[in-house]
C-alpha cells in the first residue's frame, strides 16, 4: 500500500526529532567509527588509529569534538576462524593498554558455525562467540545471526524469542558477552526489529542498536523512530545498567542524493 504525501510527512517529521534522540547520526559517525578489521598488516593503521597511535608510533592526542577519546566498533561480518579472531584481540593487546576500551563491541566476530550434521545452530554460535568474549575480553554483537534466525523461523516471533531466551535469558539475561543487537528494519522488517529490540532490552539485558542497509531517508526515518521508542521502552532488573549506545544512521553520509524532500540529512543535528 502507497501511504499519502500527509503520512509521509508526518513520518519525517517524527523523524526529525527521533533521530536527534537516537545516536544523532551525524555525530554517530564522527564519534563512533564502525569499520572492518582483519587481523593483518593491512589493518595496522586500524588498530593503530584504535590504540591513539600516529603512523610514527607516537602517542596521539586526538579526540571527538567533546573533548572525549573517540570509541570503535570492529565488523568482522563472519569473516574470521576463531584463531584471526584471537590475533586480532592479540594485537589490540600489543598496541595499547587502553586499546581494548576504545572498542564498544565487535560485531560478529566468528564466522557461522554448525553442529556435527554441518547445519547452522544458533546454540553452537553462541558458545563460541562466548569464548571469544571471555577469552578476548572483547563484547559482540549480533547482526547476520539474528537475519538468518529469522530465515530459519520463517520469521515467527515466538520461536526467534524463544531461541534467543534459550541463549541470553533465565540466569544468563545480563550476564553474557553479547552486548548488543544489531537490528537492520530493512531486513528484519519492522514489526519484527521492534519486537526483538523489546525483548532484548526488557528480559535478555541486551542493548538494542538500529542500524541501515543504505537505507534512503524514508528507511532512517523509519529507523530513528522505532530506535527512539526502543530506547524509551522499559528495561528489566538486570538491564539496569544496559549502557545505550549510538544507532547506526549515518550511512545516508554515503549516498549521492534522497528519495526525501528536503533529505533526511538536513535534520540532522552537527
Not at 99 to 112: G, H, M, Q
Request: charged share 25%; glycine share 10%.
Amino acid at each position: 500500500m502507497i501511504r499519502s504525501a500527509s503520512a509521509l510527512s508526518k513520518s519525517h517529521w517524527n523523524a526529525v526529532a527521533t533521530s536527534r534522540r537516537c545516536g544523532r547520526a551525524r555525530s554517530w559517525r564522527r564519534s563512533t567509527a564502525a569499520a572492518t578489521l582483519r587481523p593483518s598488516s593491512s589493518c595496522s593503521g586500524s588498530i593503530a588509529a584504535i590504540a591513539g597511535r600516529r603512523n610514527d608510533g607516537r602517542s596521539s592526542s586526538s579526540s571527538s569534538s567533546n573533548g572525549k577519546r573517540p570509541r570503535f566498533r570492529a565488523d568482522a561480518n563472519r569473516a574470521w576462524d576463531v584463531a584471526s579472531a584471537r590475533a586480532f584481540v592479540d594485537e589490540l593487546r600489543r598496541a595499547s593498554d587502553s586499546a581494548l576500551d576504545a572498542i564498544e563491541f565487535v560485531e560478529e566476530p566468528l564466522e557461522a558455525q554448525t553442529d556435527n550434521g554441518g547445519r547452522r545452530d544458533l546454540g553452537v554460535q553462541v558458545a563460541a562467540l562466548e569464548a571469544f568474549a571471555d577469552g578476548g575480553g572483547l563484547g559482540y554483537a549480533l547482526d547476520e545471526t539474528l537475519a538468518d534466525l529469522a530465515v530459519l523461523r520463517d520469521r515467527d516471533f515466538d520461536w526467534i524469542a524463544a531461541d534467543l531466551r534459550g541463549a541470553f535469558g533465565g540466569e544468563s539475561a545480563g550476564r553474557t558477552g553479547c552486548v548488543a543487537f544489531v537490528l537492520k528494519p530493512a531486513l528484519l522488517g519492522l514489526e519484527l526489529s521492534m519486537r526483538i529490540a523489546k525483548l532484548a532490552r526488557g528480559e535478555l539485558g541486551i542493548a538494542p542498536v538500529f542500524s541501515s542497509s543504505f537505507d534512503s531517508g524514508i528507511g532512517l526515518a523509519y529507523a530513528a523512530i522505532l530506535a527512539a521508542v526502543a530506547d524509551d521502552s522499559p528495561r528489566s532488573s538486570s538491564s539496569s545498567s544496559l549502557e545505550r549506545f549510538s544507532h547506526g544512521l549515518g550511512t545516508f553520509g554515503m549516498l549521492r542524493g534522497d528519495t526525501l524532500s528536503p533529505p533526511f540529512e538536513s535534520y540532522v543535528n552537527e
